[in-house]
T-cell receptor, first 113, second 116 residues
Framework: QKEVEQNSGPLSVPEGAIASLNCTYSDRVSQSFFWYRQYSGKSPELIMS????GDKEDGRFTAQLNKASQYVSLLIRDSQPSDSATYLCAVKKGGTSYGKLTFGQGTILTVHP | EAGVAQSPRYKIIEKRQSVAFWCNPISGHATLYWYQQILGQGPKLLIQ????????DSQLPKDRFSAERLKGVDSTLKIQPAKLEDSAVYLC??????????????FGNGTRLTVT
């Protein structure tokens, strides 16, 4: 079982729709969860972080975390063509591991006009 | 603040040659990471430093890869000898984690390595 697994994609949504990206993780001691966006040929950039169960909203982005189900998701409302990118879920362990960050394989999102 | 600096941006070498990458993290960031990202995959952690000590190098192919972080600031990653499967983008990142913190990573622009 992979440590961090994302829905395979690619995901294609029309402009203005809600894009839903999902991620599961295997290690229950994981404490911090991140979503990174990566445009083609560029480095990952952080868009959301979440540390406790529930929802966290930032503009058009909402991250959802359910530690019991070991599940984290990202919703993008009113999707724009500029949101077209690969979205990477990353999970960080706490404690003595100094926060090792493990990435999923990424989900390619395409928002078409 | 200045971001994570990496060089070179691109490198093309033949198999069995050696190559080195350099990284300068954000000032004051104690934790430095080297990731390998093969096309179409997520980044894979190669090595993680806390100041100048190695925290995790479990996925570093130690027969050919080496890394150091002298004085707890700059870091170099070396591959010797390179194989075709080493073709990837090598990403350096840093964070302000002390112990077990949840600080996000800040990535450099990466070095794209092509091994022919």
């Amino acid at each position: 079982q992979k440590e961090v697994e994302q829905n395979s994609g690619p995901l294609s949504v029309p402009e203005g729709a809600i894009a839903s990206l999902n991620c599961t993780y295997s290690d229950r001691v994981s404490q911090s969860f991140f979503w990174y966006r990566q445009y083609s040929g560029k480095s990952p950039e952080l868009i959301m972080s979440i540390y406790s169960n529930g929802d966290k909203e930032d503009g058009r982005f909402t991250a959802q975390l359910n530690k019991a189900s070991q599940y984290v998701s990202l919703l993008i409302r009113d999707s724009q063509p500029s949101d077209s990118a690969t979205y990477l879920c990353a999970v960080k362990k706490g404690g003595t591991s100094y926060g090792k960050l493990t990435f999923g394989q990424g989900t390619i999102l395409t928002v078409h006009p | 603040e200045a971001g994570v600096a990496q060089s070179p941006r691109y490198k093309i070498i033949e198999k069995r040659q050696s190559v080195a990458f350099w990284c300068n993290p954000i000032s004051g960031h104690a934790t430095l990471y080297w990731y390998q990202q093969i096309l179409g995959q997520g980044p894979k952690l190669l090595i993680q430093f806390q100041n100048n000590g190695v925290v995790d190098d479990s996925q570093l192919p130690k027969d050919r890869f080496s890394a150091e972080r002298l004085k707890g600031v700059d870091s170099t990653l070396k591959i010797q000898p390179a194989k075709l499967e080493d073709s990837a983008v090598y990403l350096c990142a840093s964070s302000s984690d002390k112990t077990g913190g949840g600080s996000p990573l800040h990535f450099g622009n990466g070095t794209r390595l092509t091994v022919t």
